[in-house]
Nanobody
């Protein structure tokens, strides 16, 4: 069992930055690939970025390219999402998730690939 707790969300003006964190419980964090998803009101949950167990492989949604960066610190059991140049359309609840295995892009972007989810953190970008 893995418990995930997100933090770092908030209200920011367009063009600003936020860094989200997701702290995982347990001693097995390094055995999970990690992902970030988001869900805006009235929309489906969508993939943002994912990172392999070691951090050597990253998967990035088109909407995040050049602006967001996922990273992880296995010693701290934490995954991060650095978000720069934020836009109002980035407004959503952001969720982190853990997957026992991600070996393809299709797996990385698929919600059903993930075994554990956090409760989410709200990000609101004002224009």
């Amino acid at each position: 069992q893995v418990q995930l707790v997100e933090s770092g969300g908030g209200l920011v003006q367009a063009g600003g930055s936020l860094r989200l964190s997701c702290a995982a419980s347990g001693r097995t964090f390094s055995t999970y690939a990690m992902g970030w998803f988001r869900q805006a009101p009235g929309k489906e949950r969508e993939f943002v970025e994912a990172i392999s167990r070691s951090g050597g492989v990253r998967y990035v949604a088109e909407s995040a390219k050049g602006r967001f960066t996922i990273s992880r610190d296995n010693a701290k059991n934490t995954v991060y999402l650095q978000m720069n140049s934020l836009k109002p359309e980035d407004t959503a609840v952001y969720y982190c998730a853990a997957a026992r295995s991600l070996t393809t892009t299709a797996q990385a972007i698929g919600i059903t690939s993930y075994d554990y989810w956090g409760q989410g953190t709200q990000v609101t970008v004002s224009s």
